[in-house]
């Protein structure tokens, strides 16, 4: 077969493809909207634009805003030595809290319907859950004590855990999860409504990883605890991932 043979259902095909693809290019980003969003993501907003008559694609930001509470920790032993100001109790301050990036596509399996499954990621914090001593430097007492004493330490009680300060005099906790968390859900409305207001509902999860525990910058393991609190670590190691409940009100901008 020669050259002049292939060119012909070549250029047939291209053709084909060419129209097809123009027919396509028509609902092409040639929409835009801007929407809020509130939901156990937090609060947020972001943008979407249709790729095709089938996929809407959706870009934001959304954050949980920082929730805080304190607490108090006792110390496991108070040494009986003079020339250290050692606290019984440390007043312990904890925050809830978190941001991310997502990056999500609608697939609207039938064309009149506004029903559609979600895919894509969610990124941004690492850290859900700080904890730390509200005034800074206030242990450096028993940092000295520890130095001194490596055999012999002493520290506040973290369940069955000794947290002791850092070389600061300071203590921290965090709880972190993956810093890039892929979704997937359900829900009914258009990112881009054909309406200019719409309202979307989706339901789904985040799949974060395995939450894990650091104290001090140390991660610490479920070895780290004995008796129930060990179980406790065990138990939040299998919590990988995050429901996700959204609501979001939208305009059509173009």
Not at 43 to 57: K, L, S, W
Request: hydrophobic share 40%; charged share 20%.
């Amino acid at each position: 077969m020669n050259l002049k043979h292939l060119i012909l259902p070549l250029a047939m095909v291209f053709t084909a493809l060419n129209v097809n693809a123009q027919e396509e290019d028509k609902n092409m980003f040639n929409h835009l909207s801007v929407g809020v969003t509130a939901g156990t993501p937090g609060i947020g907003f972001d943008v979407a634009a249709p790729i095709g008559n089938y996929v809407q694609v959706r870009a934001g930001l959304a954050f949980m805003p920082s929730i805080k509470f304190g607490t108090d920790l006792d110390i496991n032993e108070m040494p009986d030595v003079s020339g250290y100001d050692i606290p019984e109790t440390m007043e312990v301050e904890a925050k809830v809290g978190f941001t991310n990036g997502k990056l999500l596509f609608d697939v609207f399996p039938f064309k009149k319907s506004s029903f559609h499954i979600t895919a894509g990621a969610y990124f941004g914090s690492s850290a859900i859950i700080k904890a730390y001593n509200k005034e800074d430097g206030l242990l450096m007492d028993i940092t000295r004590y520890n130095n001194a004493n490596p055999d012999n330490m002493i520290g506040y009680e973290l369940g069955d855990y000794l947290l002791t300060p850092d070389e600061n005099g300071n203590v921290s906790a965090e709880i972190k999860t993956a810093s890039f968390k892929p979704y997937i859900g359900l829900g009914f409305g258009r990112a881009v409504p054909k309406k200019r207001i719409g309202f979307m509902f989706e339901a789904g999860v985040q799949f974060w990883g395995s939450p894990k525990l650091y104290c001090n910058g140390d991660e610490l393991t479920e070895e780290d605890f004995d008796g129930e609190d060990g179980g406790l670590m065990k138990t939040l190691s299998k919590i990988t991932v995050y429901p996700v409940i959204n609501f979001r009100l939208c305009g059509r901008i173009l």
